[in-house]
């Protein structure tokens, strides 16, 4: 039997999260989301990391650790700089990330690459700007240094809480597609830097970690439609995918959608993008279950993503690398826990090519 796109297949045993996709429960080592998504994210990412709440004087290690991480090598800086214009940001963090080197998985280097991908993205946006990055400011914490470093300018309280609690809801989401791919090139005792370089090459397909972008674009169409109840429906008609809908696990609402909501309700609840995010939601959940009865298809952690960012000033060219930024911390403990128990991954494929037979003709059998 084949298990098309290995659904529903338990490949590992993991002590990093759960999901109950029926429930709509997300687990972070034994904490639900609702409880870790009030933490700070160096307390989150400490806990993927470790298994524990750190204590202050572990967390004061690891902001120490994290704030030393940020030094970016003038060789990648230099790279960050000589890409071509015209390479989008994921491609960029891609190859800068390779080329930080190739070092054996361990935690020093999880919190190193958690701490330094924010400054590549900050880099290379300045340069595409034309402007200059800021000097780096020591005491910020991560989500606060993050958008200092992306805008030069302090960003509000609401701002800093809203990255860090997107941050922490996107961090680890079990064996998603980028998180498999980070643990199978783990798997083959390759180094650190190669797994999660394959893992932003995953994250990068508009059906993972690129939908964010693409449900701005939705939205923004959504937006300019005389009839968008009808432009939806034609959309599912036409057997396209609605972005920012639907999953793979989630079977009910998605836990971190409807938190990432509640947070943009309390703090943007009148902003244009939050009120047509609304509209839309409402208008697609209706349509597809009409059009398509039983799917259970819902909003899923994307779509209320790009009113989050937007409400940062983020462009969509910083949706998927934001994302990416987030979900380093959980790539990394997949990483370390594979090499803690490591089997190849190695699965069969069913042949269904033709067999050639000595005389030139060809068999669909054997
Ligand atoms: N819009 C319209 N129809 C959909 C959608 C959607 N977003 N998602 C699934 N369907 C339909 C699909 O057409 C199929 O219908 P039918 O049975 O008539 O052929 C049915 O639902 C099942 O689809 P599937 O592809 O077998 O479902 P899946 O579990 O493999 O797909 C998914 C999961 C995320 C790839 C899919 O829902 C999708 O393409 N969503 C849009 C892209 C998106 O928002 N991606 C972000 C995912 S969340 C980030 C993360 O955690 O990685």
Redesign the pocket.
């Known amino acids: 039997m084949i298990h098309y796109?290995l659904?529903g297949v338990t490949a590992a045993e993991t002590r990093i999260s759960f999901i109950d996709g029926a429930e709509g429960k997300l687990i972070y080592r034994g904490y639900d989301i609702s409880e870790v998504s009030k933490r700070t994210f160096e307390e989150a990412a400490y806990l993927l990391w470790y298994g524990e709440w750190p204590d202050a004087e572990q967390l004061l290690m690891l902001k120490g650790k994290l704030q030393k991480g940020r030094e970016l090598p003038g060789h990648v800086a230099s790279l960050l700089k000589s890409l071509p214009r015209e390479m989008d940001l994921m491609s960029v963090l891609r190859t800068a990330v390779s080329a930080l080197g190739s070092g054996p998985p361990s935690i020093e280097e999880a919190i190193r690459l958690t701490a330094v991908v924010p400054v590549m993205i900050a880099c290379r946006k300045a340069w595409m700007d034309n402007s200059v990055l800021p000097d780096s400011v020591n005491h910020l914490d991560h989500a606060e240094h993050f958008l200092y470093m992306l805008f030069g300018s302090m960003p509000t309280e609401t701002q800093r809480r809203a990255l860090e609690t997107y941050m922490i809801l996107t961090m680890e989401?079990g064996m998603?597609?980028?998180a498999f791919s980070a643990r199978v090139t783990a798997s083959t005792l390759s180094d650190i830097h190669s797994a999660v370089t394959s893992a932003i090459g995953t994250m990068k397909g508009?059906?993972?970690?690129g939908?964010p972008s693409?449900?701005l674009s939705f939205l923004a169409e959504a937006a300019e439609s005389s009839d968008m109840e009808e432009l939806i429906r034609q959309?599912?008609c036409r057997?396209?995918?609605?972005?920012?809908?639907?999953?793979?696990?989630y079977k009910t609402r998605?836990p971190r959608a409807e938190a990432l909501k509640a947070v943009l309700l309390s703090e943007a609840g009148d902003d244009d993008w939050m009120k047509l995010s609304l509209k839309v939601e409402e208008a697609s959940i209706n349509i597809?279950s009409e059009l398509?009865p039983g799917?259970a298809?819902y909003t899923?952690?994307?779509?209320y993503a790009a009113a989050i960012m937007k409400s940062m000033n983020m462009k969509a060219d910083l949706f998927t690398p934001v994302f990416t930024a987030a979900r380093i911390t959980g790539w990394t403990a997949h990483i370390l826990e594979q090499e803690g128990n490591n089997i190849l991954f190695r699965p069969d494929a069913q042949y269904v090519g033709p067999w050639r037979v000595p005389n030139g003709h060809s068999s669909q059998q054997k």
Request: charged fraction near 30%; hydrophobic fraction near 35%; glycine fraction near 14%.
């Open positions: 796109g659904k989401h998603n597609a980028s508009p059906l993972h970690g939908a693409e449900v959309k599912v057997g396209e995918r609605l972005m920012g809908f639907g999953h793979r696990v998605d597809l398509k799917r298809l899923n952690v994307e779509f």
